[in-house]
């Protein structure tokens, strides 16, 4: 993709938002939390006991917190006795990510439907600890981090119930016993004048997420068009991370056959060697789930 044309795309994205705006369509604000820790990151706080009691002030977040550090990939930092623990463990740069994505979840699910939006939110979270496990184990070769990979997987979709609170019918389509959600990015399209991609990308921006990770939300269905974008790599960890949670349901992929032998390019695999790290990541994933 040549700048031009992603200015292009940009500019179109940018003047659908707009239109949903005015029709009601409204961006999730941050929560308090995440401001105070935004604050703390300016001025370079480095009392981990400062930022661990602005965390805590939230219960909820600091619960989730605990969670997503059970993730193997903090094997060797386990187990975490309190918030500072985690921050000594981790940094603030990385507890920082992994709250955002907790944040966004709370700042995303109304009280209606509650059903359909935990069973959204919890799809997003097994992709984004799958993004995880497999940015640690690509690291050296994509310079993409776990909990980076981690705050791309529960942002990539957040963009749906957003158009579930606006639009009924959205809601509706969606049958709340699936394990997996799946979009039709030209049906919403057609029935929205946009689609969650193009939301979720707006809601990072309006998160002040970094650009690739945003860029990646935008284009996270589009693998094939970025070429050696920047935001490339972190996609194909995405399309990963999607092709295991639905071979780990036994559910057909709709996108790996044309997708796939990108994702493997990009990721330094080869398909002989893809049903052992399949197998492997999928191993490490539901040993820490049960």
Not at 115 to 127: G, H, L, M, Q
Not at 129 to 146: G, I, K, T, Y
Not at 259 to 274: K, W, Y
């Amino acid at each position: 993709m040549t700048e031009q044309t992603k200015e292009q795309l940009m500019a179109s994205d940018a003047q659908m938002i707009k239109g949903l705006l005015a029709r009601g369509l409204k961006l999730p604000p941050q929560p308090a939390i995440v401001e105070e820790l935004q604050k703390c990151r300016l001025r370079q706080e480095k009392d981990l006991r400062v930022v661990a009691r602005v965390i805590s002030q939230d219960a909820g977040v600091t619960a989730l917190l605990f969670r997503a550090v059970q993730s193997p990939v903090y094997r060797a930092h386990q187990p975490f006795t309190s918030v500072e623990k985690i921050l000594q463990a981790l940094g603030i740069d990385q507890v920082f990510n992994l709250v955002l994505a907790i944040a966004l979840e709370a700042a995303s699910s109304p009280r209606s439907n509650r059903k359909t939006y935990e069973n959204f939110w919890a799809n997003s979270t097994a992709i984004a600890q799958l993004a995880m496990l497999v940015a640690e184990d690509r690291v050296s070769v994509c310079n993409v981090f776990p909990d980076q990979a981690y705050l791309a997987g529960v942002f990539h979709d957040c963009g749906v119930p957003l158009l579930m609170e606006r639009f009924p019918a959205y809601c509706r389509k969606l049958d709340i016993a699936q394990q997996v959600l799946w979009f039709s990015l030209a049906e919403e399209d057609r029935s929205y004048q946009t689609d969650h991609a193009v939301v979720g990308y707006f809601v990072a921006k309006h998160w002040k997420l970094p650009d690739f990770i945003c860029e990646a939300i935008r284009f996270h269905h589009d693998l094939l068009c970025l070429d050696d974008h920047h935001a490339r790599s972190m996609v194909a960890i995405l399309q990963m991370a999607f092709h295991l949670h639905f071979r780990n349901l036994h559910i057909p992929n709709p996108e790996w056959e044309l997708a796939g032998p990108a994702v493997l390019e990009e990721l330094a695999l080869d398909a002989g060697s893809l049903p052992e790290f399949l197998d492997e990541m999928l191993e490490r994933f539901n040993a820490n789930a049960h």
